[in-house]
């Protein structure tokens, strides 16, 4: 059975900016976080993610999401209307479903929780490292580079998400 993760992509607007049926963009910053832990290390573009996490058969997905993000950036995720952004298969077969908030928090006060490992591999020595070493905020473009490329979708359909015409009230 295929492990399946839940996270949250939580996105603002600077400078004013509104959402714009068309131009989502215009504005537009998600934040995104960096694995810690030594497999890792010295890895740039190619490897962030949103924060995510496991979660069991018995867990709602929407609530591990928002365990997750708690877990994994020190705080928890905003108030307000959560966008369903579906699901991705990365490349080892993980199912990870995401959901989109918008907020804000300074990255640069991100603190996450800690996991442990033997490190190195095979010396019997284990050791702690954060989840996330580091949280990001950065437009849709750069989030494209940066992202697990599976993970991408999540900020197209955000995009998509935010840049629908809203229903004319009759």
Same mark, same amino acid.
């Given at each position: 059975?295929?492990?399946?993760?839940?996270?949250?992509?939580?996105?603002?607007?600077?400078?004013?900016?509104?959402?714009?049926?068309?131009?989502?963009?215009?504005?537009?910053?998600?934040?995104?976080?960096?694995?810690?832990?030594?497999?890792?290390?010295?890895?740039?573009?190619?490897?962030?993610?949103? &924060?995510?996490?496991?979660?069991?058969?018995?867990?709602?997905?929407?609530?591990?999401?928002?365990?997750?993000?708690?877990?994994?950036?020190?705080?928890?995720?905003?108030?307000?209307?959560?966008?369903?952004?579906?699901?991705?298969?990365?490349?080892?077969?993980?199912?990870?479903?995401?959901?989109?908030?918008?907020?804000?928090?300074?990255?640069?006060?991100?603190?996450?929780?800690?996991?442990?490992?033997?490190?190195?591999?095979?010396?019997?020595?284990?050791?702690?490292?954060?989840?996330?070493?580091?949280?990001?905020?950065?437009?849709?473009?750069?989030?494209?580079?940066?992202?697990?490329?599976?993970?991408?979708?999540?900020?197209?359909?955000?995009?998509?998400?935010?840049?629908?015409? &809203?229903?004319?009230?009759?």
């Amino acid at each position: 059975m295929a492990k399946v993760s839940a996270g949250v992509l939580l996105f603002r607007r600077v400078g004013g900016a509104e959402t714009v049926p068309g131009q989502a963009s215009a504005g537009l910053e998600v934040l995104i976080a960096f694995p810690g832990g030594p497999f890792f290390a010295g890895k740039g573009d190619g490897a962030w993610t949103l &924060p995510k996490g496991e979660y069991g058969p018995d867990e709602d997905a929407m609530a591990a999401a928002g365990r997750e993000f708690t877990e994994e950036i020190g705080t928890r995720p905003p108030d307000g209307e959560w966008i369903d952004l579906g699901s991705i298969t990365q490349r080892a077969g993980k199912v990870v479903c995401a959901w989109a908030v918008e907020g804000d928090l300074d990255a640069g006060a991100v603190v996450s929780n800690d996991f442990e490992m033997e490190w190195p591999p095979g010396s019997g020595v284990r050791r702690s490292f954060p989840e996330i070493a580091r949280a990001l905020w950065c437009s849709p473009a750069e989030a494209r580079r940066k992202l697990i490329s599976a993970q991408v979708p999540f900020v197209d359909r955000l995009e998509a998400a935010l840049s629908q015409v &809203p229903p004319v009230a009759g």
